[in-house]
């Protein structure tokens, strides 16, 4: 199947694998940035993308087979090229055996003024491990490292061998989510201040640089003919690529300041514009109500901003309006303390963070009951997992004491 947006993991593309009965073998939601060397002129240059929502499982992927072959992912997009994830598994446990990314360096539209126009293959070992029945998730950032590719995947979660067609209960959790970490890029820093930061994509894998803070949560909100048709509290960062005067590229990151933020829209009964605008930045989101199923989600997101004025085109715009995020049943709010990804194309990505929205039906100026994001609900999972688990074990103690008195009075009889 293609990729589509998976609300329940920031704007994580969605992929299953099936076999010639219609089974499921494998499931991933996943989010992929690259940055790629090439040559031009011969002169070092580098690409920055995403994989894209339209990228498509066919025709490489396979389930395998279980004597001969072993399942496979293999993700293709734009003019050729392909990420693809072979696994394999032990008694107890399954990995990705081997990641291998295949670029077509004629492809212009990613590679600007390549000079040397051929297929490209770059490839590492053993990234991913998880124990069999659970679902492998990784939430911060996983740099892999080949030779002129740079992969840095989020907003991981997937399974292979799966047993019934969808993810395990249990779960195996990565490394880099077990332990604290700074988000980082592998980028250069070249000005950063509280709210801006401007990065040069390397000439070489230098060590990674932090991103500058989350930003602060602002509370917007627009007003309609029949009151407050839009309640919105979140922590809001542009992420944006773009390529400089030179030829290379460039990253810009701008943390919107809540009261330095103009909130304005419009509303209809099954539309709602949001628009945020601080400083020369403005974003728009575009909420839609789908009144079959009587839920809010949002469709489209619009960008415009000026770029540092080593960019090569000082005025950046970008829209996507086939996106299916943020999504609740009208009357409640959708919440999630997680930081979410919202893809608006492979160079411009809008960051929110502890984001709670309700649309067209608002009590005053309070949010409803709130629908927690997938991710949310995973993160609470794990305790009550633990608890369950504390209190059978002290189920079994408490009847093996009583059990243990009984036995001790059984000889003895009353005087």
Do not use: W
């Not at 504390?390 to 005087?415: D, E, F, K, M, N």
């Amino acid at each position: 199947s293609g990729g589509s947006a998976a609300c329940f993991l920031q704007v994580s593309s969605s992929f299953d694998v099936k076999d010639k009965t219609g089974k499921v073998c494998i499931i991933a939601n996943l989010t992929a940035a690259f940055t790629v060397e090439y040559k031009s002129n011969g002169q070092k240059q580098f690409a920055h993308f995403f994989l894209p929502q339209n990228a498509t499982t066919q025709p490489h992927s396979s389930c395998g087979d279980s004597n001969t072959s072993n399942p496979i992912l293999a993700l293709s997009f734009g003019a050729g090229h392909l990420l693809r994830l072979n696994f394999s598994k032990t008694v107890d446990k399954y990995q990705v055996e081997q990641l291998t990314f295949r670029y077509n360096l004629s492809d212009t539209t990613l590679f600007h003024n390549s000079t040397e126009g051929k297929m490209m293959e770059a490839s590492q070992k053993s990234v991913i491990q998880a124990h069999l029945d659970t679902e492998y998730r990784c939430i911060n950032s996983k740099h892999i490292l080949m030779k002129h590719v740079n992969i840095t995947f989020s907003n991981v979660t997937l399974e292979a061998f799966l047993t019934n067609g969808t993810f395990s209960r249990n779960m195996t959790e990565c490394s880099e989510d077990m332990v604290p970490t700074t988000t980082v890029v592998p980028t250069t820093p070249k000005q950063t201040t509280a709210k801006h930061t401007t990065s040069q994509v390397p000439t070489a894998s230098p060590a990674p640089t932090a991103l500058p803070p989350n930003p602060a949560v602002g509370r917007y909100n627009v007003t309609g003919t029949n009151g407050t048709c839009v309640l919105a509290s979140m922590g809001l960062q542009l992420n944006i690529t773009y390529q400089k005067k030179d030829e290379k590229m460039g990253l810009d990151l701008l943390n919107f300041i809540p009261h330095n933020t103009t909130a304005s829209g419009k509303c209809d009964n099954t539309s709602a514009f949001l628009n945020l605008t601080f400083e020369k930045t403005k974003i728009i989101f575009h909420f839609v109500l789908n009144a079959s199923s009587d839920k809010f989600f949002l469709q489209g997101v619009t960008v415009s901003t000026t770029l540092p004025s080593e960019a090569k085109a000082p005025i950046f715009e970008a829209s996507n309006n086939s996106m299916s995020e943020l999504r609740a049943t009208v009357g409640n709010s959708y919440k999630c303390s997680a930081e979410e990804n919202l893809q608006v194309t492979d160079k411009a990505l809008v960051n929110v963070f502890n984001v709670q929205v309700q649309v067209f039906k608002v009590d005053g100026d309070k949010f409803g009951a709130v629908e927690e994001c997938q991710l949310d609900e995973n993160n609470m999972l794990i305790p009550i997992i633990v608890g369950a688990a504390l209190a059978g074990l002290v189920l079994i103690v408490l009847i093996a004491y009583l059990s243990g008195r009984r036995r001790s009075h059984a000889g003895y009889q009353t005087i």
